[in-house]
């Protein structure tokens, strides 16, 4: 499957933005999906998962009550509402499938390239 992220952007400090996370060349609905971000000098981490038929998602403690990941089976798309952005935000920030919704990379066979999401103070 080919992924495709989208949204990023420059924003203020408590502002929103909107990923989005388009797929090609596979049944999206057979994937769980993920969001992972890496900021400047940093390891890249999780955001936030949910499952293939989107009944169940998880997220970062840095991203619990402020995102919120979905997704659209019939669009073949997968989104990320990041509300009440704060510069820790900062980052680049991927979507991936695999075969388990896990908080871990293992669980993702394929990566997006990422999209630049930059908040400023």
């Known amino acids: 499957v080919q992924l495709q992220a989208s949204g990023g952007g420059l924003e203020q400090a408590g502002g929103s933005l909107r990923l989005s996370c388009a797929a090609s060349?596979?049944?999206?609905?057979?994937?769980?999906m993920g969001w992972f971000r890496q900021a400047p000098g940093k390891e890249r981490e999780f955001v936030a998962s949910?499952?293939?038929?989107?009944?169940?998602?998880a997220y970062a403690d840095s991203a619990k009550f402020r995102f919120t990941i979905s997704r659209d089976n019939n669009k073949n798309t997968l989104y990320l509402q990041m509300n009440s952005l704060t510069p820790d935000d900062t980052a680049v920030y991927y979507c991936?499938?695999?075969?388990?919704?896990?908080?871990?990379?293992?669980?993702?066979?394929?990566w997006g390239q990422g999209t630049q999401v930059t908040v400023s103070s």
């Open positions: 991936a499938a695999g075969t388990t919704p896990g908080r871990s990379e293992r669980w993702y066979s394929y």
């Open positions: 060349g596979h049944t999206f609905s057979a994937f769980a």
């Open positions: 949910i499952t293939r038929s989107g009944d169940a998602t």
